[in-house]
Nanobody
Framework: QVQLVESGGGLVQPGGSLRLSCAAS????????MGWYRQVPGNQRELVAT???????YYADSVKGRFTTSRDNAKNAVYLQMNSLKPEDTAVYYC??????????????WGQGTQVTVSS
């Protein structure tokens, strides 16, 4: 089985910064794409950023220039550095990984979610 554990959420003032982390554990051969999503109650989960195994990144327009995602393949971890935070960034943030297990079985796994609140 594979587990993703997130950390780093919290309360921050507008203009502040937070860094989210997500680490995978279990019987993992490799990990393809890693990504971050966020969800506000009553809304659909939306894509924030993704990063491929080779380090190519994609960002939603709403966070481009403010958020940076990175990964450490040796640690099976992905990070989201969030700068210049705005109240509209308030949401539960989820990490997602496309994990390759034995015999080439590939599945998507999600973290448990971490609350980010941007408020003065």
């Amino acid at each position: 089985q594979v587990q993703l554990v997130e950390s780093g959420g919290g309360l921050v003032q507008p203009g502040g910064s937070l860094r989210l982390s997500c680490a995978a554990s279990g019987l993992i051969v490799s990990i393809n794409d890693m990504g971050w999503y966020r969800q506000v109650p009553g809304n659909q989960r939306e894509l924030v950023a993704t990063i491929t195994r080779l380090g190519f990144t994609y960002y939603a327009d709403s966070v481009k220039g403010r958020f940076t995602t990175s990964r450490d393949n040796a640690k099976n971890a992905v990070y989201l550095q969030m700068n210049s935070l705005k109240p509209e960034d308030t949401a539960v943030y989820y990490c997602k990984m496309n994990v390759v297990r034995r015999f080439g079985v590939t599945s998507d796994y999600w973290g448990q979610g971490t609350q980010v609140t941007v408020s003065s």
